[in-house]
C-alpha cells in the first residue's frame, strides 16, 4: 500500500473549478472515480488525518498510488463524465447496484428479420423492445399465451424456426394458429413486423385502441351474419381485456412514472421500483447494493439514477415523465436536465409528500424492506455463507481455534437509570435463543458503561466457574453470588415477546436464588463480543482476567465506524465494508442491542409505576389503590396513625402495624429516595407526593 503523502498533489496545484477526479492504485488501474463542485476542496478532504477518514475511504487513498482530475464547464457535465468514467473502468470503491436477475421481463427482439417474442432474464440486447419487469414468471408467460391468440407473433428459437423452413412444415403453435408461421411463408416479413410492432404497442399501454377496433370489427361481423367470425373475435376481445385487467389502476390513467424506494443499513441498501405506465404498475424491479462509500439516501439515489437511466442499451421510452424518489439529490436540478437529455423531454425528479403516489411510494418501500430482509436472511442462513463469515472472522482476528460459539454484550439505559445489559448467543453462526440472558444492574455497577460492562462479565463467568469448580469470590459490587441480578428473556406468566429474533421464540428463565437451582449457563465461548470500543473491551478483558479465564478471546465492535477493537492494541481491524465476517458480527451486535432496548422498556415501564407501597408485605393492588383514594399520597398514609389507617376499607390491625412500620423502616434507611414516585399511566397524575 502507498502511503497518501507520497502522490498528494500541492494545493495550489489543483483548480478550483468543478470537475472529475480518478484515484489509480500502483498497476493505474482505476479504483474510484468521483466529481466535484470544488476540485481542490474535494480532494484535500482525502489527504486529511487518516484516523479521521471513514474506513472504507481510508483503505481507497492507501490502495491508490496516483489521483488526476479533468475540469469541466459544469456541474452537468461533470455528472455526465463521472458516469461515462464508471461505466468505463468499473471502480471496485465505488457504489455499485447489482440488478436482480431473477426478475423476467417479456422481450421482443425487433432487430431481428422475424422479430421474436420470448421471456428473457440477465443483460439487455441492442435492438430490443423490452416490457417488466414481471413477477412471478409464470404470470408473463400466461399473458404470453393469451396474446398469442390475437397477435400470433413468432415466439420459437433459432433452431426450430430454421428446422421448420427446411422441411416446410411449422411447429405446433402454427397449426393450432397461435403463430402466423412466417417460417413456411403463410405471412411475409413486413407483415410479420407489423403484427410485432402491434404487439409492442398493447403491451406499451394502447390496450384501449385494440380493444374498440375488435369490437368494431365483431360489429361489423354481425350486421353480415358472420357469427362464427364474430364469435372468434368475440373470445378475442375477451382475451384482451383479460391482459388488461390484470394489472389494478392505482393512479390517474394520463400517469407515467417510475417509483423508486430504498431500505438500508450500514452494510447493504435494498432498491424497489414500480414501472408505473397508463396508471398501471406494468412491472417491477429491485437491485441490492453495497455501501462501499459512506453516503446517504441522497447520495445512493443519484447514484441509482445514473446506473439505471444511463445504460446505454436503454431506450428513451424507458424514461417516463415522473421520477419519484424518496429523497432528491444533492443536484437534483442537474439531474433532471440530464434524464431530459435521454428522454428527449422534460422529466419531472420529485419526492411525493401527499396523495395517491406518496401511498405508492409507501408500498414500494415496504417492498424494498421485504427484499433487504430476505436477502439478510438468506445470506445468514447459508451454511456456506456462515463457514465463510466465521473463517474470515478467526483470520482476521488471528485465533487459534474455530469460533463455535460467540458470545455478544450490550449495556442499556437511559442516563444512567434502568441499567441492563443482555447477552446473546449464536453457535456456528446461527442464534441460539435458549442461551440469551438478561441482566439488571444497581448500585456502583451501574455508574457508567464500563463499570456495568466489568460486572456483567465477571457474573456471566463467575456462573460458568461456579459450575466447574464451585463458587468464586464475588467481584466488582456484584448483587448476587454469581448472576443474582440476571434474568432470562421470559416472565413468570411465562410469557416471551422479545426473545431472539423472532418473537416465537421460547428462552428459559433463570432463577434468582442459588447456583444450585438456577438453570446453568452453557460451555464458555470462544469469543466475547462487547458492543462498544476500547473502554468497553478494556472493562471486559479485566474482568476475564480477574477471574483467572485466559482461554476466551474479547473484541468490542464501534458501531460509528464499525470498526473491530481488541484490548491489546491501540489500533483497530478494519475489516472489508463488503466482508461476510463484519455482517455476522454486525448482526450478533444489532441482535444484542435489540434484546437489551427490549429488558430496558419493560424495566422502565415497571419502575415508572414503582411506590413505596410495593415493598409492604401483604398489601395487594385493590388495597393500595384505596388507601391512596383514601389518604391522596404516600406521604400523608406514611403520617396516618394506626387508627386513621385502620378506618380504610380492608385494611385491619396487623396490616396497618405491617404498613407504618414498613414506610417508617423506608424513611430511615433512605431507600424512597430511589424509588420514582406512583404515577397514573392514564392521565400522568402523580400519586405519591
Known sequence: MADPRSYRPQTGEIPVDPGVYRFRDEHSRVVYVGKAKNLRSRLNSYFANPQGLLPRTRAMVFTAASVEWTVVGSELEALQLEYTWIKEFNPRFNVMFRDDKSYPYLAVTMGEKYPRVQVMRGDRRKDTRYFGPFYPAKAIRETVDTLLRVFPVR???SGVFKRAERTGRPCLLGYIDKCSAPCVGRISPEEHRDLAAQFCDFMGGQATRFIVDLEKRMA??????DYESAARTRDDIAALKRVFERNTVVLSEDTDADIFALKEDELEAAVQVFHVRGGRIRGQRGWMVEKVEDMGTADLVEHLLQQVYGDGSSSNNQIPREVLVPELPSNADEMSVWLAGLRGARVDLRVPRRGDKATLLGTVEQNAADALRLHKSRRAGDLTTRSAALQELQEALDLPQPLMRIECFDISHVQGTNVVASMVVVEDGLPRKADYRRFSITGDAARDDTA?????????FRNYLAEKTGPVPQGMNSEDDGGGNSSGSGDSSGSNNNAGINSGATVPRADTTTAT???????PPNLVVVDGGQPQVHAAARALKDLGIDDVFVIGLAKRLEEVWLPDSDFPVILPRASEGLFLLQRIRDEAHRFAIAFHRQKRGKSMTASALDSVPGLGPSKKKSLLAHFGSVKKIRAASL????????????????????????????STAAVAPAVNMATGEILDS
Open 220 to 225: 361489423a361481423a354481425v350486421a353480415e351474419l
Open 517 to 523: 437451582t438456577r438453570q446453568k449457563f452453557a460451555y
Open 643 to 670: 387508627a386513621e389507617l385502620q378506618a380504610v376499607p380492608g385494611v385491619g390491625p396487623s396490616l396497618a402495624e405491617t404498613l407504618q412500620r414498613t414506610l417508617a423502616l423506608a424513611v430511615t434507611d433512605g
Open 452 to 460: 456495568s460492562m466489568y460486572d456483567v462479565i465477571q457474573r456471566r
Open 155 to 157: 415466439t420459437c428459437s
